[in-house]
């Protein structure tokens, strides 16, 4: 069975830093691309970046180019976000969700998400 | 950036009545070499994360009811719902990922009459 669990979210200053962390099992880590998806109280879905199977590639939203990491260690089965210099904007549950393969296309699974609250 | 217009903002429709939910692309996600529309239809329950229905527009994921359905080509794409159950009741996005930044629809919220 796929899962993916989302940790790291919390209360964090105007400017801050934060890592999510989103560990996979119930298939093999490697052989998919993956991402993260964020969503604001009340709002819809934003993409927010992606990551090749093998980490060599990543994807950025342009809300969040040259503060946001994505990353992965494929050893450990786990995908990473570093977020710096979060701004109040930047408040959302982030799901961690997986591609249906090693393309950027659907996704087939989603992890329950993380809460990130930017706030003074 | 590929804008992605859901409608009705949001839709009441009875039990047992067929539901229908628009959506509609900026540009053309019909890749021509190929023939497959990069579209796909998520449902999101309250206080859940979202949930995959239907990919390449029109195939519909593994366990998911034949009530729902996909349908439409370029930039205009219609999901259905052609006998409405009560866990239905959800959000639903369009996402196109034929080019990058994948988008989102803005959501149409699905009630029962």
């Known amino acids: 069975e796929v899962q993916l669990v989302e940790s790291g979210g919390g209360l964090v200053p105007p400017g801050g830093s934060l890592r999510l962390s989103c560990a996979a099992s119930g298939f093999t880590f490697s052989n998919y691309a993956m991402s993260w998806v964020r969503q604001a109280p009340g709002k819809g879905l934003e993409w927010v970046s992606a990551i090749s199977g093998s980490g060599d590639s990543s994807y950025y939203a342009d809300s969040v180019k040259g503060r946001f990491t994505i990353s992965r260690d494929n050893s450990k089965n786990t995908l990473y976000l570093q977020m710096n210099s979060l701004r109040a904007e930047d408040t959302a549950v982030y799901y961690c969700a997986k591609y249906m393969d090693l393309s950027l296309y659907y996704f087939d699974y989603w992890g329950q998400g993380t809460l990130v609250t930017v706030s003074s | 950036d590929i804008v992605m217009t859901q409608s009705p903002d949001s839709l009441a429709v009875s039990l047992g009545e067929r539901a229908t939910i628009n959506c509609k692309s900026s540009q053309s996600v019909l890749y021509s070499s190929n023939n497959k529309n990069y579209l796909a239809w998520y449902q999101q329950k309250p206080g859940q994360p979202p949930k995959v229905l239907i990919y390449?527009?029109?195939t519909r994921a593994s366990g998911v009811p034949d009530r729902f359905s996909g349908s439409g080509s370029g930039t205009d794409f219609t999901l259905t719902i052609s006998s409405l159950q009560g866990e239905d009741v959800a959000v639903y996005y369009c996402q196109q990922y034929y080019s990058s930044p994948q988008t989102f629809g803005q959501g149409t919220k699905l009630e029962i009459k």
């Open positions: 390449w527009a029109s």
